[in-house]
């Protein structure tokens, strides 16, 4: 009977998609720097994850010391990602450099918040 059983069991698997058998789940490099951005920025008062400075961005306005001000915090969030997908092709550490070239140790801080290598490429 146990055999029986445990070939059920293994049959059905087979046709289980992925996710439901508990495969672990892959989160890209970009993801993880929007996480880790937006854990080390503060600037949720403006509704703006990553701290972003005003650039004309779509729904922002011209807030204190050039930061963006958004009208709502899909409008910062979707201004974050577009920045880091202007990031693709380099390293999290070139990235990050230019994300915020006056603090040496910034990119290690944040690629630690993001399980985050500084090789890695976006």
Known sequence: ???????????SCLHAPIGEIGAPRIVSVQQ??????????????WLNPGC??????????????GYAIFRDVMDGRRALQRRIAHGRGHTVLEFLK?????????????AALGGLELWEVL
Do not use: I, W
């Open 52 to 65: 972003l400075r005003f650039a004309r961005q779509e729904g922002a306005r011209r807030g204190p010391n």
């Open 32 to 45: 993880r720097l929007f996480d880790a951005l937006g854990r080390a920025e503060n600037c949720a008062r």
């Open 1 to 11: 009977m146990k055999e029986v059983l445990l070939l059920a069991l293994s049959a």
């Open 98 to 110: 230019g994300y915020n070239p006056g603090h040496a140790e910034y990119s290690g801080r944040v």
